[in-house]
């Protein structure tokens, strides 16, 4: 299985949800098939288009084959080693663009320090985005029952570049046979569709 697919999938059902019970709000989507976007590209999407939320949806992989549950993140200085982990393994998709190095500047997805640096530029929109992030966990842990494993701050590029409230969710690990399962189904993906949609809601709701 592939995270690709199982996000899209996921993806599409959020935004269709939005878009039927609240038709005035404008969905961009960075991708809508099988294609690769790159980092800075969706964080331009987002600011381009004077964005108002910034939703990130993953799925997560560990060498630990019985890691499990789901965590949701915002832009921050890391807690721990783990929570730089996964910063690095979402950053490290930098690496699949043409000519990074030009594009990224100084910026090295496997340095610790250059993680730590952008995390230390971007402090507005905390509020926000950790009161999102708090819904969401909460749905996918609460009524979804999922296994919490928090709300956390990491230094991911694709946050620290956009200009609005935004979180990264990691919805499970494929590297979990039990939870892999879960991920590929289509009520699973539905049912992670349908919480973070809740959240979005409630989100909306209070911020307005």
């Given at each position: 299985?592939?995270?690709?697919?199982v996000?899209?999938?996921?993806?599409?059902r959020?935004?269709?949800?939005?878009?039927e019970?609240?038709?005035?709000?404008?969905?961009?989507?960075?991708?809508?098939?099988?294609?690769?976007?790159?980092l800075?590209?969706r964080?331009?999407?987002?600011?381009?288009?004077?964005?108002?939320l910034?939703?990130?949806?993953?799925?997560?992989?560990?060498?630990?084959?019985?890691?499990?549950?789901?965590?949701?993140f915002?832009?921050?200085?890391h807690?721990?080693?783990?929570?730089?982990?996964?910063?690095?393994?979402e950053?490290?998709?930098?690496?699949?663009?043409?000519d990074?190095?030009?594009t990224?500047?100084?910026?090295?997805?496997?340095s610790?320090?250059?993680?730590?640096?952008?995390t230390?530029?971007?402090?507005?929109?905390?509020?926000?985005?950790?009161?999102?992030?708090?819904?969401?966990?909460?749905?996918?842990?609460?009524?979804?029952?999922?296994?919490?494993?928090?709300?956390?701050?990491?230094?991911?590029?694709?946050?620290?570049?956009?200009?609005?409230p935004?979180?990264?969710?990691?919805?499970?690990?494929?590297?979990?046979?039990?939870?892999?399962?879960?991920?590929?189904?289509?009520?699973?993906?539905?049912?992670?569709?349908?919480?973070?949609?809740d959240?979005?809601?409630?989100?909306?709701?209070?911020?307005?």
């Open positions: 299985s592939y995270e690709k697919d996000t899209l999938e996921v993806i599409l959020l935004g269709k949800y939005i878009e019970k609240y038709p005035d709000i404008k969905v961009l989507y960075s991708r809508k098939t099988d294609v690769f976007i790159t800075q590209d964080a331009l999407l987002a600011n381009k288009n004077n964005a108002d910034f939703l990130s949806v993953h799925c997560n992989a560990n060498a630990n084959k019985s890691a499990y549950g789901t965590e949701t915002l832009m921050g200085l807690v721990s080693q783990a929570n730089l982990d996964v910063a690095k393994r950053n490290d998709v930098i690496k699949l663009e043409k990074y190095e030009k990224y500047g100084d910026f090295d997805p496997d610790p320090e250059s993680i730590i640096a952008i230390m530029q971007q402090s507005a929109n905390i509020e926000q985005s950790s009161y999102i992030a708090t819904k969401v966990q909460e749905n996918l842990t609460t009524k979804l029952g999922r296994f919490n494993r928090g709300v956390k701050q990491a230094g991911f590029w694709v946050l620290y570049r956009t200009t609005c935004s979180i990264l969710i990691e919805t499970g690990f494929l590297t979990n046979k039990t939870e892999e399962k879960f991920l590929t189904s289509e009520d699973g993906q539905d049912d992670l569709a349908k919480s973070i949609f959240a979005f809601e409630d989100y909306k709701n209070t911020v307005e």
